[in-house]
């Protein structure tokens, strides 16, 4: 994700360098300070917005997977948002030099406060969803594991009876409940063994253990997505 950030960041510094030339190279009304009070508190607002923006953007594209820089839109969604209001309060401030200081400060504090509780949250969002997901995947490790095995018994099978035993293993294990607990750890540790077994057979080529092994996973399988039901119910 870092060559995401990298192009992010030129596009970000090329909209600063142009917020800059137009601050500070268009011309001031006849007769009037341009540099007041409230200009500078306009820019220094949006300043900070940019600031923030590239921050967010940082935390966003510093994700390892695809999956983690979706959770983090929300975050570039909002500092988009305020980098944009910024633009329309901020240049308020900045067009209007008789405005009160007190105004615009207050103003920009209230913008900024706002969006800041925004982006909080949808940071605290995005590292509860990915926490969320990391437990799911290691809930469903068990099942996704098995039946990866199930299905290597049965495309490496040398004979019709053990590749047909193998894929009741793998069809049962397919339409398991895929989420694991403490609680059935002893069932699925003996089916781990059993597959070590039905591997081990598969690999001898015989079709009488096979059969006899599968129906033994079959029903520690069945055993098991018991138990869940009995537990969820």
């Known amino acids: 994700m870092k060559k995401g950030f990298k192009t992010y960041a030129i596009a970000w510094a090329i909209l600063l360098v142009l917020f800059n030339v137009i601050a500070f190279v268009s011309p001031a009304r006849a007769g009037v300070d341009k540099y007041t009070s409230s200009f500078w508190i306009g820019y220094g607002f949006i300043t900070v917005c940019f600031v923030g923006n590239l921050l967010c953007a940082y935390s966003a594209f510093k994700a390892d997977s695809a999956q983690k820089l979706f959770y983090n839109i929300p975050l570039i969604s909002?500092?988009?948002?305020?980098?944009?209001?910024?633009?329309?309060?901020?240049?308020?401030?900045?067009?209007?030099?008789?405005?009160?200081?007190?105004?615009?400060?207050?103003?920009?504090?209230?913008?900024?406060?706002?969006?800041?509780?925004?982006?909080?949250?949808?940071?605290?969002?995005?590292?509860?969803?990915?926490?969320v997901d990391e437990k799911v995947k290691t809930q469903t490790s068990f099942v996704r594991n098995m039946t990866t095995e199930a299905e290597s018994l049965m495309n490496r099978a040398r004979s019709p009876e053990i590749k047909a035993a193998c894929k009741k293993?793998?069809?049962?294990?397919?339409?398991?409940?895929?989420?694991?607990?403490?609680?059935i750890s002893v069932i699925e540790a003996k089916i781990t063994v059993k597959m070590d077994e039905l591997e081990n057979a598969v690999g001898d080529d015989d079709v009488g253990k096979v059969n006899n092994l599968a129906d033994d996973v079959i029903q520690l399988i069945i055993d098991r997505n018991n138990k869940c039901r009995r537990m969820k119910g």
């Open 169 to 183: 293993v793998y069809e049962a294990l397919r339409y398991s409940d895929p989420v694991s607990n403490p609680d």
């Open 78 to 131: 909002i500092s988009y948002l305020a980098l944009i209001l910024s633009f329309v309060f901020g240049g308020l401030c900045m067009l209007l030099p008789n405005l009160p200081y007190w105004v615009g400060i207050i103003v920009c504090v209230a913008v900024l406060a706002l969006f800041a509780i925004a982006i909080v949250k949808a940071s605290a969002a995005a590292e509860l969803v990915e926490r």
